[in-house]
């Protein structure tokens, strides 16, 4: 059984490959997506992907309110991945705050730069101040 973390990699994943369909306008079916990342039927997965595919215009213009002179859609595919999971972690579930902070952190140590890294944390803390 795979722990959350690992899980949000997969999440991370899948709404990565989101991202490309959708800018490239490509059809794609959200279910085979989640089964071809995640090998497990997972609710948490599950939820986490709905959740900011329902949600994407409400957690983009949250993230561009609290991006400084930027926009979500000018980050990379894995960044923007990253940042809207933690957005709809931090507003959308029962997730303690410094858990969905501190996760989407961890993802872009290993997934981003510093520079990118630092400004994902400084978007999701500016959320939860002023939630």
């Known amino acids: 059984m795979k722990n959350r973390t ?6 991370m994943t ?3 490959q989101i991202n490309i ?8 079916d959200t279910e085979e997506v989640i089964k071809e990342v995640s090998l497990i039927d997972n609710e948490f ?5 709905y959740g900011v595919i329902t949600y994407k215009n409400e957690i983009d213009k949250l993230a561009n309110e609290h991006l400084n002179k930027w926009t ?3 980050l990379g595919n894995t960044d ?3 940042l809207r ?7 959308y579930t029962e997730t303690p705050p410094v858990v969905a902070i501190n996760e989407a952190v961890e993802l872009a140590k290993e997934y981003s730069d510093d520079d990118v890294k630092n ?11 002023s939630k």
């Open 119 to 129: 400004m994902i944390n400084g978007v999701l803390d500016k959320i939860y101040h």
């Open 85 to 91: 999971m933690g957005v709809y972690e931090l507003i």
């Open 80 to 82: 923007q991945a990253i």
């Open 72 to 74: 979500i859609s000018r």
């Open 6 to 11: 690992e899980l949000r990699k997969e999440i």
């Open 45 to 49: 997965v599950k939820e986490m992907v």
């Open 14 to 16: 899948i709404l990565y």
């Open 21 to 28: 369909y959708e800018s490239n306008k490509m059809a794609y």
